[in-house]
């Protein structure tokens, strides 16, 4: 049987159908992106993410830093 191992897609990122399904999650965590910017769109300071889920600040500016690519390669058309 073949072994399915973890695919990094950005720096600090990874997916594994077998680790949450396959949501995009830091690396050697099963912490979801979505998750890690969620807490900062709502106004949670770094810090207290940080603490929260024992990660750190370079794991929080992966977590940003893919946000980020997804969002500049997105197309947008308005339809007004």
Do not use: C, F
Not at 4 to 18: C, D, F, H, Q
Not at 22 to 39: E, K, N, S
Request: glycine share 10%; aromatic share 4%; proline share 5%.
């Amino acid at each position: 049987m073949a072994t399915i191992e973890a695919k990094e897609i950005y720096p600090g990122v990874t997916v594994n159908p077998r680790v949450m399904g396959g949501t995009p999650v830091l690396a050697g965590t099963r912490i979801p992106i979505g998750v890690i910017v969620g807490h900062l769109a709502a106004g949670d300071l770094m810090e207290t993410v940080m603490d929260e889920y024992r990660i750190t600040h370079q794991q929080i500016l992966a977590a940003l830093g893919y946000a980020a690519h997804l969002v500049s390669s997105e197309e947008v058309y308005a339809t007004a």
